[in-house]
């Protein structure tokens, strides 16, 4: 066969292995132990700083278009292009022309369609179109979001026809409304979703639907509530008048779908007149994120009960499940060990406490909190305040830290010497490095903040204030809700005392902790 050899030198690669002469020298061997007649041979060198040359390529197309050649010799196929996805392009070029390429290295045939090298060339080729054709689309989106305009607007918005302004359509916001409310109110995604259907509301699939200009407004399945319905509609920050776009980029060559980092979006505050205000919406998402921390569900749809979730047995591990007791006026609620419930009591005690001596337990503590929050941050201010006076005393302070970590080095050094001779004993010199090494980073981070102990002070300072002041607006309502309470504690573990006294273990979310015990009588 008529045969050209084309090599290309790209810059990612072993230049030594794959340098212009040896690749030739591997086309020659190949044309003359197979009996081809090469007609001609061409080169491109994307070493030289001259990336976007395609001499040798071009001069190889040229002979394609002369009809000159039947083959094309290459080391591996990806000498056809400086990506994966303009080799695919040449080679389906080449194919068109009834010209092969043979792959000398890989030993691949053009005309061999069931190579799996060859397949994997072709999705690329076929990607590339889809991907091209994807990239028009979005870019136009792209566009548009970058003056931050609203492509899709979310049920509760409409536009006006005349100015093109977006505006709150009544009927709908109040849906969203009701959603959030009853979400705080302590209803699953579920059970939102199913009375919204039980009542015939329309979806948001149907307002966008509808907004889109289709005809097919009769309510079919699509149009139905679903969990997901509700959850979008829940965490969809345009409700409070935020707009954020940009919020994932598909890169469709690889179908995957990528994140971008919070400070990639575009956000637009008060672009939108909001429906929902930031407070309400905050609560919803911390509610979501502790539910699904803690995976809360309803068994039939009914009230999430306030502690569900959030409540343990201390002894078994178990959940302590919310059962209604008594009965009209005397009506109330009582967790019990999910363990003792369905098996008896030689699996374990009961663990009985009801939900107002929990509500009394959180309160209590929040303001005993509260108070210690706030001479914390009293603390700090001094601190602050003196923190001229007593430098020395931080000084003194980093000067112990430091030979303190001298120490734990010296000794790290001598650990390691006994586990080179002591080989049998290798995990338990390990785990005294390791020990050592924790108390060391520890300790740099404490020499770290001893440097800068005013700035780290009044940080610290205005971080609590921050926090007490959430704690005095949570603590001025008369009950505390559920989705303060889900933002707040963590998690309510419950221990029973041989004496039937139980002893609660309140522990707190992050900001808000140290976790304490307090202990009650129960029994009543
Ligand atoms: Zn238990």
Request: hydrophobic content about 35%.
């Amino acid at each position: 066969m008529k045969a050209w050899l084309y090599y290309r030198l790209s810059r990612d690669e072993d230049q030594e292995m794959n340098s212009l002469q040896n690749q030739r020298q591997i086309l020659v061997d190949y044309a003359e132990q197979n009996g081809h007649e090469i007609v001609g041979e061409s080169f491109d060198d994307n070493v030289s700083g001259m990336t976007f040359d395609r001499k040798g390529l071009r001069e190889l197309e040229a002979a394609v278009d002369k009809d000159e050649i039947e083959l094309v010799l290459v080391k591996d196929l990806s000498r056809l292009g400086r990506h994966r996805t303009q080799s695919a392009l040449f080679i389906e070029h080449l194919r068109m022309n009834n010209v092969k390429v043979y792959s000398v290295t890989e030993g691949i045939d053009t005309t061999d369609e069931n190579d799996d090298l060859l397949i994997g060339f072709k999705q690329i080729y076929n990607d590339f179109y889809a991907k091209d054709i994807g990239r028009k689309i979005r870019s136009g989106i792209n566009q548009k979001q970058k003056k931050g305009l609203i492509v899709h607007l979310p049920m509760g918005y409409c536009k006006d026809k005349l100015t093109g302004e977006v505006k709150v359509d009544e009927i709908a916001a109040d849906i969203v409304r009701e959603v959030y409310m009853k979400f705080l109110d302590g209803y699953g995604l579920c059970s939102i979703a199913r009375e919204m259907n039980r009542r015939g509301i329309k979806s948001p699939e149907y307002f966008s639907h509808r907004k889109a200009g289709s005809q097919r407004t009769e309510m079919c399945k699509k149009f139905l509530w679903a969990q997901t319905t509700v959850k979008r509609l829940l965490t969809n920050e345009i409700y409070t008048g935020t707009l954020v776009n940009h919020k994932t980029v598909t890169s469709k060559i690889y179908k995957t779908m990528t994140f971008v980092p919070e400070e990639e979006r575009f956000r637009h505050e008060n672009f939108v007149p909001a429906i929902i205000d930031k407070a309400t919406f905050e609560k919803v998402q911390a509610v979501i994120n502790s539910r699904k921390k803690n995976a809360v569900r309803t068994k039939n749809g009914g009230v999430i009960h306030r502690y569900s979730g959030l409540i343990k047995c201390a002894e078994c591990g178990a959940i302590l499940v919310a059962k209604q007791r008594g009965s009209g006026d005397s009506k109330y609620i009582e967790y019990t060990c999910n363990s003792n419930h369905r098996y008896g009591k030689q699996y374990c005690t009961p663990h009985r406490i009801h939900e107002s001596q929990l509500d009394k337990i959180v309160s209590d503590e929040l303001y005993y909190l509260l108070d210690n929050i706030l001479a914390e941050s009293q603390k700090y201010d001094r601190i602050v305040k003196d923190w001229h006076k007593n430098r020395p005393k931080y000084e003194r302070r980093i000067g112990q830290y430091q030979s303190r970590i001298k120490l734990l080095n010296g000794q790290i050094q001598d650990i390691l010497m006994e586990r080179i001779s002591d080989k049998a004993h290798t995990d338990m010199y390990n785990e005294m490095i390791a020990k050592r090494e924790a108390e060391v980073r520890e300790l740099e981070a404490k020499i770290e903040e001893n440097l800068r102990y005013d700035e780290f002070s009044k940080a610290r300072s205005s971080e609590l204030k921050s926090t007490a002041e959430i704690l005095e607006d949570i603590l001025t309502e008369p009950k505390l809700t559920d989705a303060d309470l889900r933002m707040l504690v963590d998690k309510v573990l419950v221990h029973q005392n041989d004496d039937k006294s139980l002893e609660v273990k309140l522990v707190f979310n992050g900001a808000f902790s140290p976790s304490r015990t307090v202990e009650i009588n129960s029994e009543k």
